[in-house]
């Protein structure tokens, strides 16, 4: 009887991993064929100062418009890119190609590239980093990259020094997706992060959750404390920026403010005014 079902969880295992794989491969022979084609983009996301109330940076986000798919979302290929590897090719393009939009822009717009934690292993990120910024003119500081705790729970004494030598060249360093992983609170003792992004979970909910409330005056408190500037992602409504604005967040980044745009708007939105905050609060 046991044979049995070992046989029958047999056949029925196996074609369902390979199909799996077969995919995989897929996917990644196609997104090597996208990158080599110069049929990736990317799309810019406004960050907009609670201070200054104008929009201060885009962060850079990816687009892989499939020729016959449509457009596949970056949580569905980044993992397939990491997993193989392409990342770091895919990294090297998006940090100079983000580089070489923000030259376009005003000069005091900072532009944020997000970094996969495995361009750190393939120890290549400084040196892409150095050529990104040679090959396109953009001063230093203009420049941002958001890394995860996934950067910092292999190698992290590596990853640090790496960290802090890209630091050293006055770019700045964001903590991307803030309380979604383990120890956050250690990362932040180890390294001067210039800026930790609030997960958009806690957004999401901050008027209805107290644990998100929570979340997010630790959060911004912290921050304002450690002279750590704090950014909120995901705000799509009106209170929700009026309540980050009372917490002190120095930051924010939502669909209420735009979505990801394609790069020949993006001096068209910053000419247009931008206040967003409610007069009473
Ligand atoms: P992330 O870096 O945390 O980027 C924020 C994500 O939230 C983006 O999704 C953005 O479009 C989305 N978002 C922004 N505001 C709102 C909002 O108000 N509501 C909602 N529902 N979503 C909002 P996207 O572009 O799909 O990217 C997903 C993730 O893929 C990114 O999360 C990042 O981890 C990764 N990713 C994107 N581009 C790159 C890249 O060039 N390199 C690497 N390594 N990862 C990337
Ligand atoms: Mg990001
Ligand atoms: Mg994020
Ligand atoms: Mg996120």
């Not at 199909?19 to 110069?38: F, H, P, T, V, Y």
């Not at 070489?100 to 900072?110: G, V």
Request: net charge negative; proline share 5%.
């Amino acid at each position: 009887h046991s044979k049995e079902e070992g046989r029958n969880q047999y056949s029925f295992f196996v074609p369902e991993m390979s199909q799996a794989i077969k995919d995989k491969r897929e996917m990644e022979m196609q997104l090597r064929d996208a990158l080599s084609n110069g049929e990736l983009e990317l799309a810019y996301q406004p960050k907009w100062g609670f201070r200054s109330g104008e929009v201060e940076g885009f962060e850079a986000l990816l687009r892989w418009p499939h020729k016959t798919r449509g457009p596949i979302s970056p949580a569905d290929f980044i993992p397939i890119a990491e997993e193989t590897g392409l990342i770091v090719e895919i990294g090297e393009w998006v940090l100079l190609h983000a580089c070489m939009e923000a030259m376009h822009w005003p000069n005091d717009i900072e532009v944020s590239v997000n970094v996969s934690p495995i361009q750190f292993s393939a120890k290549s990120l400084l040196k892409d980093v150095r050529s990104a910024l040679a090959q396109s003119g953009l001063p230093p500081e203009r420049l941002e990259l958001e890394i995860t705790e996934g950067a910092l729970m292999q190698d992290t004494d590596a990853n640090l020094e790496i960290l802090e030598a890209i630091r050293e060249m006055g770019i700045k360093i964001a903590l991307d997706d803030f309380g979604t992983g383990y120890s956050s609170l250690g990362y932040i003792r180890r390294f001067s992060f210039d800026r930790i992004k609030i997960d958009k979970s806690f957004i999401n909910d901050v008027l209805t959750s107290k644990d998100s409330q929570a979340v997010v005056q630790a959060v911004c408190g912290i921050c304002a404390n450690l002279n750590i500037e704090s950014v909120a992602e995901g705000i799509e409504e009106q209170i929700q920026l009026d309540y980050l604005n009372k917490e002190g967040c120095s930051q924010a980044q939502g669909y209420l403010i735009a979505k990801p745009m394609k790069p020949e708007i993006v001096s068209e939105f910053l000419e247009r005014p931008h206040r967003y905050l409610t007069k009473t609060s």
